[in-house]
């Protein structure tokens, strides 16, 4: 039996293939890739002018109608349920949680009642929350009842540009009055 070397064995990769799965799910194809792509149907390179013109060309992502799955109000009424539903859950495991330590065993480690509480409800509306730890319901949760989930004090207009730079960037405006960095900049 001969032996073949790994680099015989592998399959090439499909660059059409990837390419068309990028544009189908709405994902921008950078030029290089459109070029391999290019290539292998063909199965010969481009000449150099138009290696040149297809690796600066970028196929923008396609946007799609409708709303993002998890737009705000939408988290806001998942958010609701969990609200209604938590205090209860969480008194729910403390029993539990009292009835184990009376009887003599030991609960394990790492588990507090609320975490229970959370990972419960996340077992109950993992379609509203998808992939999503405990902690990480928890985390939301509490923003959501402190006001903070969607605090105005973050948003910016987004026609407002010089207002979006100004919060994103705070020295810029500094920068930009001086004509450029100075030593209090840096």
């Known amino acids: 039996m001969s032996k073949i ?12 293939a990837c ?3 990028m544009i189908q799910a709405g994902k921008s194809v950078a030029g290089d890739d459109l070029l ?5 149907s063909m199965r010969q390179s481009l000449p150099a002018e138009a290696r040149d013109i297809v690796r600066r060309a970028l196929i923008t992502a396609v946007k799609t109608r ?6 705000d109000a939408y988290l806001d009424l998942a958010l609701d ?5 938590y205090p209860a ?3 729910y495991e403390q029993r539990k949680k009292q009835l184990l330590l009376k009887s003599g065993k030991v609960a394990l480690k790492g588990e507090s009642p609320s975490r229970l509480a959370y990972a419960r409800l996340l077992r109950h509306m993992k379609h509203e929350f998808g992939p999503m730890t405990p902690e990480g319901l928890g985390n939301m ?4 009842r402190k006001g903070r989930l969607h605090s105005t004090e973050n948003h910016i207009d987004s026609e407002d540009f010089e207002a979006e730079i100004e919060h994103t960037f705070p020295l ?7 004509g450029g960095f100075s030593d209090d900049c840096i």
């Not at 391999?36 to 292998?40: D, F, R, S």
């Open 5 to 16: 070397g790994f680099e015989h064995q592998k399959l090439p990769i499909d660059h059409l």
């Open 19 to 21: 390419v068309q799965a």
């Open 36 to 40: 391999l792509a290019v290539e292998q």
């Open 66 to 71: 409708g709303r993002p799955p998890k737009f």
């Open 81 to 85: 349920k969990v609200d209604q539903r």
């Open 89 to 91: 859950l969480l008194r």
């Open 141 to 144: 949760h509490s923003g959501y």
């Open 172 to 178: 810029f405006k500094k920068i930009i009055k001086n």
